[in-house]
């Protein structure tokens, strides 16, 4: 059974910094693309960021780029998401979210499993 | 970066109800689209992918069509667990846009 789980979340200072872990099982990690996605209270979906399985191919919404780095380790089957300077607007529930590709002439792409999320909030 | 646009942006129907949502895309993104449901406190849930192919283990009465910059997430008879939120997610190129949203009401 596939299973992500968040942790890290939790209250960061404007300007602070925290840093998001993903704990991946039940499939072979390093083979799958992953996603970061977050939804601020009450509101809609947001793309954060994307990594590729080898981890050398990396992807940034630009409201996070220079601030936010996606990384991953495939010996330990984990997904990491380190936010500096953090503003306001960052609070939110982010997702990690595992992408599926099929390749049959072009090549699709989307998220199948999600985990549950973890609450960022920022505020002084 | 391209722009996904729902409508509408919520909708009241009942049970046994055929219901509609459409999603477009400020430019064409071929069947680089997906669909999630997404209830309340809970993770979004992968409905339809590559615009028309039904996720395993998702009910025969959702479906999808379209092709280009419109799309539409048809759920053909309404259900109590349907009450939820959807949206539409492109995937043709980063950054990887999200529609706003569409939540289905009980009338």
């Known amino acids: 059974e596939v299973q992500l789980v968040e942790s890290g979340g939790g209250l960061g200072q404007p300007g602070g910094s925290l840093r998001l872990s993903c704990a991946a099982s039940?499939?072979?990690?390093?083979?799958?693309?992953m996603n970061w996605v977050r939804q601020a209270p009450g509101k809609g979906l947001e793309w954060v960021s994307y990594i590729s399985g080898s981890g050398t191919t990396t992807y940034y919404a630009d409201y996070v780029k220079g601030r936010f780095t996606i990384s991953r380790d495939n010996a330990k089957n984990s997904l990491y998401l380190q936010m500096n300077s953090l503003r306001d607007e960052d609070t939110a529930v982010y997702y990690c979210?595992?992408?599926?590709?099929?390749?049959?002439?072009?090549?699709?792409?989307?998220?199948?499993?999600w985990g549950q999320g973890t609450l960022v909030t920022v505020s002084s | 970066d391209i722009q996904m646009t729902q409508s509408p942006s919520s909708l009241s129907a009942s049970v046994g109800d055929r219901v509609t949502i459409a999603c477009r895309a400020s430019q064409s993104i071929s069947s680089y689209l997906n669909w999630y449901q997404q209830k309340p406190g809970k993770a979004p849930k992968l409905l339809i992918y590559?615009?028309?192919s039904l996720q395993s283990g998702v009910p025969s009465r959702f479906g999808g069509s379209g092709s280009g910059t419109d799309f539409t997430l048809t759920i053909s008879s309404l259900q109590p667990e349907d009450f939820a939120t959807y949206y539409c997610?492109?995937?043709?190129?980063?950054?990887?846009?999200f529609g706003q949203g569409t939540k289905v009401e009980i009338k």
């Open positions: 979210a595992r992408d599926w590709t099929y390749c049959g002439g072009d090549c699709y792409s989307w998220v199948d499993y």
């Open positions: 590559t615009a028309s």
């Open positions: 039940g499939f072979t990690f390093r083979s799958y693309s």
């Open positions: 997610h492109q995937t043709y190129s980063t950054p990887r846009t």
